[in-house]
């Protein structure tokens, strides 16, 4: 019986330039696959329409063709498959796991100042549910007027759907148990792009078959979500690698908006990647 090949993606954002974190995340990703003999895929994930630029797209494929990194051709660009996303909405949709939202922010948070209280999740308080009891009458209704809204993930719904319990296998944490009512009822598809990271990336996984996901700690939240959403739409989901986040001297965790260091900056510099790597995997 022939092994499954494993394929591993990094998948990052083009809202600025690349920093030091980001070439620890490609380099984990990437030598996974190679130590697999599997496959290394790369993914530009540009839905963010109002903080994404084409031009930072160039940037990332340089940089990373800097660190020595091969992939896939292709690329897959996320705007030019916003059709996947809807097809995989409106399976949703049709089965009942999403429901329309009209909240605004300050909607919520009057919600949940008026209730006292909100259980909190790795994105902030859980939506309190403010949507989910409007008639099919009321939602036609607001559709019609022109009111804007999102999709929100019906959860009770879904995970009755399930009738099991969702797991999935971390290489760090052991066998996981989802929990996905700590993000609550997410929103699946926001308003402003049509998709959302959750559901984006699911699909994306799906369709590109990634076996083996290697990425940053930060997100290990998200899949409690993540794999109710696989189930849901019969993606099988993949074994996780969750790495450690990359800090400055400060101890905070490296990012564009802290203004991070860039590999491009690091390359004009003088840096070799050489050294880039041996500060990035510093021997025993």
Request: proline share 5%; with cysteine; hydrophobic share 35%.
């Amino acid at each position: 019986m022939t092994e499954p090949v494993t394929v591993t993606r990094f998948a990052p954002s083009p809202t600025g330039h690349l920093h030091k974190g980001h070439a620890f995340a490609a380099w984990q990703a990437f030598n996974f696959a190679r130590e697999q003999n599997g496959r290394f895929l790369l993914r530009i994930e540009d839905i963010d329409f109002n903080r994404c630029d084409p031009a930072n797209t160039q940037q990332i494929l340089e940089d990373l063709a800097w660190l020595g990194l091969e992939w896939e051709e292709p690329v897959r660009i996320q705007s030019e498959h916003l059709d996947d996303y809807q097809k995989a909405a409106e399976t949703l949709k049709d089965r009942g796991f999403i429901y329309p939202c009209f909240c605004t922010r300050k909607d919520i948070e009057r919600e949940i100042e008026a209730a006292g209280h909100a259980p909190h999740g790795s994105e902030g308080p859980v939506y309190p549910g403010i949507c989910r009891a409007l008639s099919i009458d009321e939602r036609e209704t607001k559709i019609a007027s022109g009111e804007s809204y999102s999709l929100r993930l019906d959860l009770e719904k879904a995970l009755e759907a399930t009738a099991r319990q969702l797991t999935w296998s971390d290489s760090g944490a052991g066998e996981q148990c989802a929990h996905p009512e700590r993000l609550g009822d997410a929103v699946i598809v926001r308003k402003d792009i049509g998709t959302s990271y959750h559901l984006a990336v699911v699909v994306d996984d799906g369709l590109q078959g990634v076996t083996d996901i290697v990425r940053g700690i930060d997100l290990f939240e998200s899949t409690h979500l993540h794999v109710v959403l696989q189930e849901l739409l019969g993606i099988p989901t993949p074994n996780y690698h969750h790495h450690p986040l990359l800090t400055d001297e400060t101890g905070a965790r490296l990012a564009k908006r802290n203004q991070s260091i860039t590999l491009k900056a690091l390359r004009e510099s003088g840096m070799t990647v050489e050294e880039l790597r041996t500060l990035l995997h510093p021997g025993p």
